[in-house]
């Protein structure tokens, strides 16, 4: 290997590093099931996750995909999320977080970049879920009272980038979901969703104008009384048995209501 070669291995490598330390752990919080998985296609990547820890034990949670892979992407990840951790921190409302969230792509950003983002709080005592939403990011809950998955639609803004229709007030909508016992809450970047299966068609995917995933539905019913942990093992060997190669940036987050 030459000089030039090992330098950029070594340079590459200290990046995941640290953008590894920057995307942490889920914290240990009273009735909260948390699990994560974060795979970049390259030694850094686009995909990032927070968890925020919030008054009365709520908490903060953010999944994000910033368009293209490597260190142009990386650099403005660890900006999205440093800025979003702040404003959470700061109690600033959720829209108003997405907002300027937007302004600031816009300016250290070009034309051609955009950011799917996704930030919510859950308040687990309540067992509700609050939400933000820019992009196709979008909760899905597997209801564990009938065993179903539903999927829950925002407006399908990308950030920065699409102006804001004609007749609406507000770019990014407030969203509540409320969650039994028992129930899964999964959020995925387009890494996972747009991946093809083994009947050769996109993971998630339209059947008759509704949104259907036939191999997640399933996998959430066969781990539906196991933790957040199990059902995310279940998807990553699922995903890492498929004939489709990888591609892009790859996480999920996973969230059981106690």
Sequence with gaps: MTDAATQLSAAAQAAFEVQSRLLQEPPDMEAIDLAVSWQPFAPVGGD??????????SLGITLGDISGKGYNAALLMVYALAEIRARLKNHERLPHIMA????????????????????????PFDRKFIYVQGGKIEPIVFHNSNKKIRFYHSSTFRIPGISIPVGR????????????????????????TERIDHDGQEIFRKRLDAWVAPSIEQILAEHSQGSAADNLEALIHYLAGLESERSDDQTIIILKAD
């Design 169 to 192: 007030s507000s770019r990014f909508v407030l969203k509540t979901i409320d969650l039994r016992k028992g129930d899964t809450l999964a959020l995925f970047t387009d890494g996972v």
């Design 48 to 57: 990032f996750y927070d968890f925020t820890p919030l008054e009365e034990g």
């Design 100 to 123: 300027q969230l937007d302004d600031s792509l816009r300016k250290f950003s070009d034309d051609a970049k955009y950011a799917e983002v996704l930030v919510g709080i859950y308040l």
